[in-house]
């Protein structure tokens, strides 16, 4: 069978299995990703020797210690992953909601109801947890997915899908509805990625690597983000104080996350206390600062930015610093050097905070609060599968409801059209 | 230039466009459009001169009467497209609505606020039209747009689209909001198709091979339908009367619309009047009926139906018959040779109307109202695009709205993350 036929197949199984789960409801999907949390439980030594595996055979490939650590797996991540898929268990179940209603003169009256999206196909690496937590989302929104990890986690990924696969069982749902994609084979993810018609839609969830290709390469539409080249702008109307909290956070709380501040923007106009200060607090919390000419005269700690310092996603304790012209020279920076992902600024003035909040067209924009606020649970959505920053269907954190679509009930008497 | 390097050009000229308007306001959309409707009615003569010389021309060529019929334009249709633009420029602004707005624990407040799509891509064949009224849906949402008619309409789409520059240049928005791509050269679509964050989003507006192109080579996301495969299912609870209008009328008020019925499927439970009833009232109506063996023995009027006619988007005064064993054999047979399009149910049991418009998994689905409503105007959206089948993003019609995306805005008072 080749790989798009596989795949077809797959899929094809996948659909047939959405119309299951839309008919069994809310508290069997929620039985069953609850089933799936015990299983796991039950099955932690299973996990761990698994893991050792995966672990033993990506060391002695020679695998960089960084991907050896989202490899891994330990008891307290194995208790993350179990109670991650109970707090998933626990979230609103969006399917069956009423959008919005309304009635037409001719007494038709319609209805706009949330439904699941459909057949999604996770193509991820690295962490195994993805395999619950990408599969325990997609089914609580009703949808069937098709999992594609990394051969380097082959066998966690195997054990953890079986124990999805249990929950399924558990509570009668069709075993279709989360299916394993074969590691391995490389023309099984090309087929993926051209499956028009058959996956409704991709969601890496990786290194920029990955997500780069399934960009370029899907014909089918892909939720993803590629960079996040966030910006934090500080104005002159800022106080110091929330300016140096709010650019520090967005850095230097993890510099590893996408929502981390990698360019900070400072107000021309700003006091020399504070524009040194933000600058100051970011050196001294650790942070490289790569400024151009007006930054590097603010503090004798600060390095000559290149031209491509604007354009890089640091994700280490490096930040690029410029000065800018007021709020209006923010914003087109950003929108020359921005991904579109996360920008905030800091400001004491409600009106340029206005201005920047409806120019900046990002995904997340923020007034007086950090970046690294970018995330699906701190949003209040309980938990996310991703951030997108492309602009169709969900922007930002995605989270049960962007993993839904709608359709609309037309309710009538027996009315034809003119 | 190669093609990619134009459409690259005007893409991000079309960005920045995107901006302009973004600033611009209501009331400059508005204006842009009502001056566009001026323009075409103060050009009528020489859009009929134009029309004249791409008819001529068509002709010349050996291009079909039905073709003819849609490139031409006359007094009527030139006062029907001025008028068509009043009608979106009187239309709410969608952009700047918020959407959903709460607030976290912590004090964050949240605004997911409606915003311009960004640069969309019409790709279209025949009518000229178009290049009107789908240049000012996409303005009006705030959107750029790069329009890439057929070479059939050159000259009639010249004239035109000169009228909507004209109505830009008077409300002083970016002349780069709408743009044409030259016609003749087809490297050039293949251009937009693959422009993936250059074009946002693309929609064909034609024939089924324009559609089926596109979706096949896009890179680029679409919104479209390629097919509208309509079921009208009779059940047996059903009153003559409302089933025979409902499906005369979704089959035969107009039978070359997408959200024309092109199966009927009865009950075979469905009393003898009624079964008869419904296929004498579409032979009676002078619509050609192809049944299978139950369906057959109804009329002697009705002959044989080929597999393949399941499965046959009639476009014409001909309509596909089956019996089917109650709502869970219409539900099978639309999931097996539907298209997702429209799809409907004559029923007066309650019940047995909900199961249908649970189960099947259509963009519209209507219970005792014909298929013809499948149209954003009777949605009460004032006037559409196009209709998507596909599950991201909109659905169904898709007007104003659909031509949008939003961002989260958040209000903090100097929230950093722990």
């Given at each position: 069978m080749s790989a798009a036929e596989t795949i077809g197949e797959m899929a094809r199984a996948a659909r047939g299995a959405v119309a299951g789960l839309a008919g069994a409801g809310t508290a069997a999907k929620r039985a069953a990703i609850r089933a799936a949390a015990g299983a796991i439980r039950v099955r932690a030594e299973d996990l761990l020797a698994a893991s050792a595996v995966d672990v033993a055979a990506a060391r002695a490939g020679g695998t960089s210690e960084s991907l050896i650590d989202r490899l891994m797996l330990d008891t307290a991540r194995i208790e993350g992953i179990a109670s991650g898929l109970e707090t998933v268990a626990g979230l609103d179940d969006p399917v069956g909601e009423v959008i919005k209603a309304w009635e037409q003169p001719n007494g038709l009256r319609f209805e706009r109801v949330r439904v699941a999206l459909g057949v999604i196909g996770i193509i991820y690496e690295s962490r195994p947890g993805v395999t619950a937590d990408a599969a325990a989302l997609c089914l609580m929104a009703g949808n069937a997915c098709l999992m594609r990890g990394g051969s380097e986690a082959a066998r966690s990924n195997r054990v953890l899908l079986d124990c999805v696969a249990a929950g399924l069982a558990a509570a009668g749902l069709p075993a279709a509805a989360v299916q394993m994609v074969p590691a391995g084979d490389r023309a099984l993810v090309g087929a993926m990625l051209a499956a028009h018609g058959l996956i409704d839609v991709i969601i890496p969830r990786g290194g920029k690597g990955l997500v780069a290709r399934v960009q370029a390469e899907a014909k089918v539409p892909v939720l993803a983000?590629?960079?996040?080249?966030n910006h934090v702008y500080v104005d002159a109307s800022a106080d110091l104080a929330t300016a140096a909290a709010v650019v520090v956070n967005s850095k230097l709380r993890r510099t590893g996350v996408c929502g981390a501040m990698e360019t900070v923007l400072i107000d021309r106009a700003a006091s020399a206390d504070l524009a040194r200060g933000v600058v100051a607090a970011l050196l001294d919390g650790g942070c490289a600062v790569h400024g151009d000419a007006g930054v590097m005269e603010l503090d004798t700690r600060v390095t000559a930015a290149a031209d491509a310092d604007w354009d890089?996603?640091?994700?280490?304790?490096v930040a690029s610093a410029a000065l800018v012209d007021g709020v209006a020279g923010a914003i087109a920076h950003i929108g020359r050097?921005?991904?579109?992902h996360t920008d905030a600024i800091v400001a004491g003035d409600a009106a340029v905070a206005a201005r920047f909040l409806g120019e900046v067209d990002s995904a997340i924009v923020l007034w007086n609060a950090s970046t690294q606020f970018a995330d699906g649970a701190e949003f209040g959505f309980g938990a996310e599968i991703g951030i997108a920053t492309g602009r169709l269907h969900a922007r930002g954190p995605v989270a049960l409801e962007g993993l839904t679509t709608y359709k609309t009930r037309v309710y009538g008497a027996g009315q034809v059209r003119a």
């Amino acid at each position: 069978m080749s790989a798009a036929e596989t795949i077809g197949e797959m899929a094809r199984a996948a659909r047939g299995a959405v119309a299951g789960l839309a008919g069994a409801g809310t508290a069997a999907k929620r039985a069953a990703i609850r089933a799936a949390a015990g299983a796991i439980r039950v099955r932690a030594e299973d996990l761990l020797a698994a893991s050792a595996v995966d672990v033993a055979a990506a060391r002695a490939g020679g695998t960089s210690e960084s991907l050896i650590d989202r490899l891994m797996l330990d008891t307290a991540r194995i208790e993350g992953i179990a109670s991650g898929l109970e707090t998933v268990a626990g979230l609103d179940d969006p399917v069956g909601e009423v959008i919005k209603a309304w009635e037409q003169p001719n007494g038709l009256r319609f209805e706009r109801v949330r439904v699941a999206l459909g057949v999604i196909g996770i193509i991820y690496e690295s962490r195994p947890g993805v395999t619950a937590d990408a599969a325990a989302l997609c089914l609580m929104a009703g949808n069937a997915c098709l999992m594609r990890g990394g051969s380097e986690a082959a066998r966690s990924n195997r054990v953890l899908l079986d124990c999805v696969a249990a929950g399924l069982a558990a509570a009668g749902l069709p075993a279709a509805a989360v299916q394993m994609v074969p590691a391995g084979d490389r023309a099984l993810v090309g087929a993926m990625l051209a499956a028009h018609g058959l996956i409704d839609v991709i969601i890496p969830r990786g290194g920029k690597g990955l997500v780069a290709r399934v960009q370029a390469e899907a014909k089918v539409p892909v939720l993803a983000h590629l960079d996040g080249i966030n910006h934090v702008y500080v104005d002159a109307s800022a106080d110091l104080a929330t300016a140096a909290a709010v650019v520090v956070n967005s850095k230097l709380r993890r510099t590893g996350v996408c929502g981390a501040m990698e360019t900070v923007l400072i107000d021309r106009a700003a006091s020399a206390d504070l524009a040194r200060g933000v600058v100051a607090a970011l050196l001294d919390g650790g942070c490289a600062v790569h400024g151009d000419a007006g930054v590097m005269e603010l503090d004798t700690r600060v390095t000559a930015a290149a031209d491509a310092d604007w354009d890089t996603e640091w994700l280490d304790a490096v930040a690029s610093a410029a000065l800018v012209d007021g709020v209006a020279g923010a914003i087109a920076h950003i929108g020359r050097h921005g991904s579109a992902h996360t920008d905030a600024i800091v400001a004491g003035d409600a009106a340029v905070a206005a201005r920047f909040l409806g120019e900046v067209d990002s995904a997340i924009v923020l007034w007086n609060a950090s970046t690294q606020f970018a995330d699906g649970a701190e949003f209040g959505f309980g938990a996310e599968i991703g951030i997108a920053t492309g602009r169709l269907h969900a922007r930002g954190p995605v989270a049960l409801e962007g993993l839904t679509t709608y359709k609309t009930r037309v309710y009538g008497a027996g009315q034809v059209r003119a």
